[in-house]
Each structure stands twice: as structure tokens, then as C-alpha cells.
């Protein structure tokens, strides 16, 4: 059974740092896309950023780039959302998720969910 536990979520100035971290359990990042998602009440859901080791890829929203840095550390199964130069607009409830690569219709698995507030 997939399983995925967001931590490292907090209150942070504008400015500052946190690194978000994803445990997975039941999986191989081998065979699973990793991605971070984020949602504010009242917007749409927004990818954040996502990693595929299978496929050597990686990906970053626009708005998050040169900010943010996703990373694995594939012997403790861990996927890790390093924020740098945190803005107001980064707050939001982030989640991780993971999908079989390659297979866009299979089931997306998702975290419970870690809060990030940035103040100004």
C-alpha cells in the first residue's frame, strides 16, 4: 500500500526558508512520479514541482522557479521541496502525490497535507 506523510511546514517570513519533506512507503522511485502540489481556499490546485528518477526528469512551475528545489533521498525514500526566498503568495496547504510513471490514468496517491504561511 502506497503511503505518503508531508512534514516541515510552518510560519516563516518573507524571505525565508523551509524544506518540506515526503515519506513514501510502498513504493519504488524507480517506478513513481513524485510531485508537489499546492491550494489556497478559492484557487485551483497548482504543481509545484515533480521528479521522476525512472525517467531522469524533473520539472518546476514558473512560479516557484530558481526558488524551490526538489530532491530525493532514495535510501530513506524520502522526496524533499527545499523553498528559498519565500513570498506571501507561497502560502498554501502543500501536498506530495506520486503516480506510476508513464501511466497518466492510474491512481494518484496524495498526502495529508502540511501548512506553509509566509508574513510579511
Known amino acids: 500500500e502506497v503511503q505518503l506523510v508531508e512534514s516541515g511546514g510552518g510560519l516563516v517570513q518573507a524571505g525565508g526558508s523551509l524544506r518540506l519533506s515526503c515519506a513514501a512507503s510502498g513504493l519504488s522511485f524507480d517506478d513513481y512520479v513524485i510531485g508537489w502540489f499546492r491550494q489556497t481556499p478559492g484557487k485551483e490546485r497548482e504543481g509545484v514541482s515533480a521528479i521522476s528518477k525512472g525517467d531522469a526528469t524533473t520539472t518546476v512551475a514558473d512560479s516557484v522557479k530558481g526558488r524551490f528545489t526538489i530532491s530525493t533521498d532514495t535510501a530513506k525514500n524520502i522526496v524533499y521541496l527545499q523553498m528559498d526566498s519565500l513570498k506571501p503568495e507561497d502560502t498554501a496547504v502543500y501536498y506530495c502525490?506520486?503516480?506510476?510513471?508513464?501511466?497518466?490514468?492510474?491512481?494518484?496517491?496524495w498526502g495529508q497535507g502540511t501548512q506553509v504561511t509566509v508574513s510579511s
Open positions: 502525490a506520486a503516480q506510476l510513471r508513464q501511466k497518466s490514468d492510474s491512481v494518484i496517491y
